[in-house]
């Protein structure tokens, strides 16, 4: 099995740009997670798939977050209108089971900066 | 709430030493699955144990062993003998309830000197 996988790894941005982050779970990982990570902080979670259907996403940071899981398999997390608060690692993570208790693997993550 | 503590931010020790990382957890779930993982300087979380909460048995993995003790709500981890490669920051992590997302500390940064 080939890990989680994250792409880009580094973006650096400029205030008010957009950015759209992919991350390509484990195949056949019914549920995929998103996380931020600060520094000096533990990852925190935003939002999380069960398959193609995004079952909370009241944790996203703001309305300028969204994310999306076309037909179950990859993922795409964007930020409309950047600020430089939202620079942070932003972290994937898939795990097999549908119960809820999987064990989850995380990707390598993309660093993020806004200027 | 769900809560995870990890009261120490940094450890540093000597190479061959014990260490100890505690991690203390809130939870209001009688059933839920505690975690710990591991990130070194690559930045890319590695998944080291899952312990469900009614399985209170202790594991020792190589030189790697787990303290779960549900009286006191706490899940220390241990690493015996450490070793350079071990340097990380150590993450405990919570999950409950049907979303399954994971409540972190932290983290705990080891620096293990040689």
């Not at chain 1, 080939?2 to 019914?30: A, L, M, W, Y």
């Not at chain 2, 779930?29 to 591991?38: A, G, M, S």
């Amino acid at each position: 099995d080939t890990g989680v996988s994250q792409n880009p790894r580094h973006k650096i941005t400029k205030r008010g740009q957009n950015v759209t982050f992919r991350c390509d779970p484990i195949s056949e990982h019914n549920r995929l997670y998103w996380y931020r990570q600060t520094l000096g902080q533990g990852p925190e979670f935003l939002t999380y798939f069960q398959n193609e259907a995004q079952l909370e996403k009241s944790r996203l940071l703001s309305d300028r977050f969204s994310a999306e899981r076309p037909k179950g398999s990859f993922s795409t997390l964007e930020i409309q209108r950047t600020e430089q608060g939202d620079s942070a690692m932003y972290l994937c993570a898939s795990s097999p089971a549908l119960a809820s208790w999987g064990t989850q693997y995380f990707g390598p993550g993309t660093r993020l900066l806004v200027l | 709430a769900q809560k995870v503590t990890q009261a120490q931010t940094e450890i540093s020790v000597v190479e061959k030493e014990d260490v100890t990382l505690d991690c203390v957890y809130e939870t209001r779930d009688t059933t839920y699955y505690l975690f710990w993982y591991k990130q070194p300087p690559s930045g890319e979380l590695v998944f080291l144990i899952r312990r469900n909460s009614f399985d209170e048995q202790n594991e020792i993995s190589g030189r790697y062993s787990w303290n779960f003790q549900k009286s006191t709500s706490s899940f220390n981890f241990t690493i015996t003998a450490s070793q350079v490669v071990d340097s990380a920051v150590y993450f405990c992590a919570l999950c409950g309830g049907s979303q399954g997302n994971l409540i972190f500390g932290k983290g705990t940064k080891l620096s293990v000197k040689p």
